[in-house]
Structure formats: structure tokens, C-alpha cells
Nanobody, 122 residues
Framework: QVQLVESGGGLVQAGGSLRLSCAAS????????MGWFRQAPGKEREFVAA????????DYANSVKGRFTISRDNTKNTVYLRMNSLKPEDTAIYYC???????????????WGQGTQVTVSS
């Protein structure tokens, strides 16, 4: 049973920063590529960032490149999303995602977290 628990969401002003965390209860965490997706009100869920099992490869949506950084700590079974220079259009529910894969995965994952709300005020 894989469980992903996100934390770190909240309300922030435009230009501010947040760091999301995702704690994974996966026995073989190193076998999983991890990622973040988001869903804004009235919109489809979209890819944000992904990281390979080792952390050596990352990928980002064009809309967040240069502002967001994904990382992971395999000793803590945790993946992070550092979000800087936040914009009102970044407002969404952010979901942690896990896929059993050695390469980055930017499409529908095997497992989802329950999501954490990020709201950016203008």
C-alpha cells in the first residue's frame, strides 16, 4: 500500500515562496520516480515537476521553470517542491505523485496524494 501525504500549502502573497513536502510510505522509495501536479478551479490537473529515482534528472512545466525546484531525500522518503516568485495563477491544489520507474514521469502516475491547497493573493 502506497501512501503519499503532502504538507506545506497555504496562503501567500504574490512574489512570495512556499515549500511543499510529500512523505511517502513506500518500502522501495528509490524505485519510484516522483512528481508534482496541480489542479486549479475549473481546470484539468496538470503536470508541474518531476524527478527521477536518484534525483539526477528533473523536468518542469514551462510555466514554472526557473521559479520552482523539485528535490528528494531518499533517506527520508520525502520529495519537496520549492516554489519561488509565486503568482496568482499558481493558485491550485498541488498533488504529489509516484510511479514505479527509474526515469522521470510527466504523465498520469501510479499513485496520488490527497493534495494540499496553495493560494497566491495578488
Amino acid at each position: 500500500q502506497v501512501q503519499l501525504v503532502e504538507s506545506g500549502g497555504g496562503l501567500v502573497q504574490a512574489g512570495g515562496s512556499l515549500r511543499l513536502s510529500c512523505a511517502a510510505s513506500i518500502r522501495t522509495f528509490r524505485s519510484y520516480a516522483m512528481g508534482w501536479f496541480r489542479q486549479a478551479p475549473g481546470k484539468e490537473r496538470e503536470f508541474v515537476a518531476a524527478i527521477s529515482w536518484s534525483g539526477g534528472t528533473t523536468d518542469y512545466a514551462n510555466s514554472v521553470k526557473g521559479r520552482f525546484t523539485i528535490s528528494r531525500d531518499n533517506t527520508k522518503n520525502t520529495v519537496y517542491l520549492r516554489m519561488n516568485s509565486l503568482k496568482p495563477e499558481d493558485t491550485a491544489i498541488y498533488y504529489c505523485a509516484a510511479t514505479r520507474s527509474l526515469v522521470v514521469v510527466t504523465t498520469t502516475p501510479d499513485y496520488w496524494g490527497q493534495g494540499t491547497q496553495v493560494t497566491v493573493s495578488s
